[in-house]
């Protein structure tokens, strides 16, 4: 065990030896209940409850419960208020040694008939609020309750998300930037930082995913994770001393649903119909199988039940489940921006790419919860998570190389008054069809019991949390299909391009002059087959914490909190690929193997046509994987000491991390001053499994030639050079401390002041820390792993200051600066001494240390200063009339600048939405609008200014019917890439359409 965690355990262990005199005082008692919220049938969390004669406060916690102690025996007038509704005021018969209950139920804000104007405390006559309205005052009470500079949202706030997309809800918050791919949200970026900086929990415990695409960052991917069966998002800004420090933007907490919240038995159902813009009908069409149609419109739906038994024992299931089809339509334009002697034109296109993938996405969902308060002290939980996802999609890519040295072209062939608008070709063209098939799977489990023990001012709160997530690809087993082909190629088609004379039009018409007809399979090579996808994740981890928090009365109440948390994680990526690659040996011909399904496009006036006016070849993936599964024989491995390297060696990555951590933080009062601070440790260890190389030098003596790159050149040189030897076990180890503060200043009552500050890190990517030796002889250098990376290092100071309106509503102004040192780069040039290439290095050879340079990342990158500002305004307009009651509005305008350029970075974003209830009709709209932004460290690539608008509508039929229809991207936004660098004017570079998706329901709660 860690030197450093032994004071905490004996501050805890101080702790419990408390003896139950200290936790309640002699003479004294306490009060317990919940408090409940009849207009929705929930008990609610962050109402503030006090004693009025000892000024004795705390905040109803999940499922409503709260607890005040150290009362006066007698009567004691208990006060409890939560924004929107009126403050209750209930007497209550304190005895000492004993915990009376008093049951708190909310009431709308108003008068009653006759009511004064000093009588705020009032019963008003029932009536039916919209769940926005709800949601809103979750909002605001949660905000007010946190030390923590951030947002915290009702996962339903922003109208109904039945497709259970947490990146699409998550648009709306100010401050959050979605990345995307193929137009899925992916994860977020918090604060002009990318989203490797921000850490996402579920109930604290970090969530875990897997991602097979890529290994190249830690951020959690949100494809398998559902909104369905989260009650709320809280958006942290800042983090405390117990909260993790890998979060330098901010965590994002989702709370799940749990049976506490809710009063006796509920059971919600819901069926629901999604399409795409690009498929409404009814009928079965093609795509994106090539050789069985499939229904464009696709079902889902949501089971949800909930039972407290008693208030002692509660459980919650929640079944969800989202098919969606959707297509995309994609063209972009390469540029050579390299004059020549022979052609000084500044910039000439090189090649055009047109993509049309169309898909299948599917997202299970499924969680348990159940709480069991044992004692009135003792209350053990269980929470039980199980995602899944599968992707199916038919990428059918195209592109024409408008020059290719293969062929002898030179950029020069490339004719045009208009080099960004229209040109054509003359000589050394090549036009390649590459099709792939993906079929993405995922899935991830956990499972975390915990318990909360309470004893007067004592609260101990411990769990043990598991996950195990996996992700890989699977066409041939999932979708009888081939991965597909590596690049099949149509030489010397001549070809012109146009397009319209607007910046960003992208109705390109391709339109073929001459060489071999581009319809017809036989002008076509028929490469190598990708028979499977070999890329695979997986991500394991098991977490134990256990936090203690205890009231001290010694000169002034401070609240202490004190805890530990060891978390070890276990990652693996590899990627097998190229181990598939096959050549086909039998009787047939490309010719066999043509899709009949026709390439189209889904963006406006875009075509391509071939000379003889029929539609480009594109090879049917479905039937190569019908051939290999009838006739394996026909295709022979064709795999290359290259894919060998590859499969075996180059893209397999092992990592294994321990982080222990422990923390203390103290929290007061001191007149309208509240005041936190604490420091946190975490120490990091980390464990490689490198491969042990053998040296070129070494390996050549053993009788395998070597290559230029210091590779084998065959499968046995490769198999003893890399993989004869066992993994190599490398260990690093380091720790940081992490102090942090905050202080809330309530000028008024409705005014709050809050100013915190705090240091984080970033720790490195598994896939920095991973690698193997390398040496090239041709170019002396050398790639190696760095297993001493060190984390980036930051700084955060946040201030806002917020003013809570009395019926609902909130206008605030928050300012944000993050400054991040000891930043990882990619350096190149190195010596050995600056490599840290010595004598103690596995295999150190002297030649290299004094002739060869260095490439590998490392923490040269120059320090990066973002900061941002942030105005948020939302309010129910109820005192516009009785009309505009149940209307809410929301704004948020956020600006944000770095030092430099900072891809990703928006400068400047807008959202705007209101949720509006008539009766039994509710409509809402929400609109986002983000600026140009770079993409790219030297500002040349950009991507254009964006509104998205999304609506949607409901209708309360009765009888716990509710029907609905919702609609995301209504107005159809394409995502445009620019391209603006110097002198050229800007260019279009890439564009994106994705469509709108409709999604159609109806939901019975009983």
Request: neutral net charge; hydrophobic residues 35%; proline residues 5%.
């Amino acid at each position: 065990m860690k030197s450093y965690l032994y004071p905490l355990f004996a501050l805890l262990g101080l702790l419990v030896a408390l003896p139950s005199a200290q936790a309640q005082s002699a003479g004294t008692g306490s009060v317990s209940g919940r408090v409940f919220n009849p207009a929705t049938a929930e008990y609610i969390r962050n109402a503030q409850v006090r004693a009025l004669q000892t000024s004795e406060t705390t905040l109803s916690e999940s499922g409503g419960f709260y607890q005040l102690t150290h009362l006066p025996p007698g009567e004691v007038v208990i006060e409890m208020s939560y924004v929107g509704f009126q403050t209750v005021r209930s007497t209550v018969t304190i005895v000492a040694g004993q915990t009376a209950t008093l049951e708190f139920t909310l009431s709308p804000e108003g008068r009653a008939p006759g009511g004064t104007a000093d009588d705020d405390i009032v019963q008003l006559e029932k009536f039916v609020v919209s769940t926005e309205r709800e949601g809103q005052a979750k909002v605001i009470m949660g905000q007010r309750a946190s030390m923590n500079i951030g947002q915290h949202v009702a996962s339903d706030v922003f109208g109904d998300n039945t497709e259970g997309n947490i990146g699409e809800f998550m648009r709306n918050l100010p401050g959050v930037m979605l990345n995307t791919s193929d137009g899925e949200v992916q994860n977020v970026s918090l604060g002009g930082l990318g989203a490797e900086y921000t850490s996402v929990t579920i109930d604290g415990v970090p969530a875990v995913t897997a991602d097979a695409t890529s290994s190249s960052s830690r951020a959690p991917k949100f494809t398998t994770l559902s909104l369905n069966s989260i009650d709320s998002l809280e958006v942290t800004r800042t983090v405390s001393a117990d909260m993790d420090a890998n979060a330098p933007a901010g965590t994002i907490n989702l709370r799940s649903k749990r049976a506490f919240e809710n009063k006796g038995q509920k059971l919600i159902t819901q069926a629901n119909f999604t399409m795409s813009s690009f498929g409404a009908t009814l009928d079965k069409e093609v795509g994106p199988h090539d050789t069985s149609d499939t229904h464009k419109i696709r079902p889902g739906g949501l089971i949800q039940y909930s039972n407290a038994f008693n208030n002692n024992f509660g459980i919650l299931i929640n079944i969800s489940e989202s098919n969606i089809y959707s297509e995309e339509s994609r063209a972009l334009t390469n540029y050579n921006r390299t004059p020549t002697s022979t052609d000084p034109r500044p910039e000439v296109p090189s090649s055009y790419e047109f993509r049309h993938h169309s898909r299948l996405n599917r997202r299970f969902a499924s969680s348990l919860t159940m709480d069991w308060r044992a004692t009135r002290r003792l209350t053990l939980s269980l929470t039980g998570i199980f995602n899944y996802s599968r992707l199916f999609a038919n990428q059918r890519n195209m592109q024409f190389n408008n020059y290719a040295g293969s062929q002898g072209g030179t950029r020069d062939m490339v004719k045009g008054e208009d080099m960004t608008r229209s040109i054509y070709t003359t000589y050394g063209t090549t036009v390649v069809v590459n099709p792939r098939i993906a079929a993405r799977l995922g899935q991830s489990i956990t499972i975390t019991p915990k318990f909360e023990y309470r004893l007067g001012d004592l609260k101990l709160e411990g769990l043990f949390s598991y996950s195990d997530a996996l992700a890989w690809y699977d066409p041939m087993g999932r979708e009888d299909a081939v991965r597909g082909l590596a690049s099949s190629t149509a030489a010397n088609a001549l070809y012109s391009v146009q397009r319209g004379p607007g910046v960003v039009d992208a109705d390109y018409k391709v339109t073929q002059t001459d060489g071999p007809d581009l319809s017809n399979p036989a002008s076509f090579t028929f490469p190598k087959v990708y028979l499977g996808d070999g890329r695979r994740a997986s991500t394991k981890t098991r977490t134990a914490k256990l936090d203690a928090t205890y009231l001290t009365r010694i000169l002034h109440p401070i609240k202490w909190k004190a805890g530990f948390k060891l978390a070890n994680t276990k990652w693996h990526y590899q990627d097998t690929s190229e181990l598939y690659l096959a050549k086909y040996t039998g009787p047939l011909t490309l010719s066999d193997f043509a899709s009949t399904y026709e390439w189209a496009s889904d963006i406006n006036g875009m075509e391509i046509k071939t000379l003889s006016g029929g539609g480009i070849f594109m090879p049917n993936l479905f039937a190569i994987g019908a051939r290999y599964k009838t006739n394996p024989e026909e295709f022979v491995s064709d795999v290359s000491a290259t894919n060998y390297y590859n499969g075996h060696v180059n893209y397999q990555r092992n990592y294994e991390e321990d982080i222990n951590a422990g923390y203390i933080m103290g929290t007061s009062k001191i007149g309208p001053f509240i005041i936190q601070a604490g420091v946190r440790r975490e120490d990091t260890r980390s464990k490689i499994r490198e491969i042990d190389a053998y040296t070129p030098e070494e390996t050549e003596a053993q009788g395998y030639a070597v290559g230029s790159d210091g590779i084998a050149t065959s499968i046995d040189g490769v198999e003893w050079q890399f993989l004869s030897r066992p993994r190599v076990l490398k260990k690093k180890s380091y720790h940081n401390y992490f102090p942090s503060a905050s202080i809330k200043y309530q000028i008024t009552p409705n005014l709050d002041l809050v100013v915190a500050g705090n240091k984080t890190i970033r720790r490195p990517s598994y896939y920095d820390s991973t690698g193997i030796f390398l040496v090239n002889d041709t170019t002396k250098r050398i790639s190696l792993p760095n297993r001493d990376i060190e984390p980036e290092r930051s700084q955060g100071f946040a201030a806002r200051l917020s003013y809570y309106f009395k019926r609902i509503g909130q206008l605030s102004v928050a300012v944000y600066q993050t400054r991040v040192t000891n930043m990882i780069a990619t350096t190149d040039e190195m010596t050995a001494e600056q490599a840290g290439y010595d004598e103690t290095y596995p295999g150190y050879n002297p030649k290299y240390a004094e002739d060869y340079r260095f490439t590998l990342k490392n923490n040269s990158g120059a320090p990066v200063r973002v900061r941002s500002m942030e105005i948020a305004y939302s309010q129910t307009l109820g005192f516009l009339g009785p009309a505009f009651r149940r209307c809410n509005v929301h704004i948020n305008y956020t600006r944000s600048y770095a030092d430099g350029i900072k891809p990703m970075l928006s400068p400047y974003t807008l959202s705007t939405g209101f949720h509006y209830t008539y009766k039994k009709l509710i409509l809402w709209s929400n609109v986002n609008w983000s600026d140009d932004f770079p993409t790219s460290a030297t500002g040349y690539s950009l991507r254009r200014h964006r509104t998205q608008v999304d609506a949607g509508l409901g209708w309360n039929i009765g009888k716990g019917f509710m029907f609905g229809l919702n609609a995301r991207n209504i107005n159809d936004a394409p995502h445009i890439h620019m391209q603006r660098v110097p002198p050229n004017d800007t260019v279009l570079q890439d564009y994106l359409r994705v469509g709108a998706t409709w999604t159609c329901y109806i939901k019975k709660t009983f």
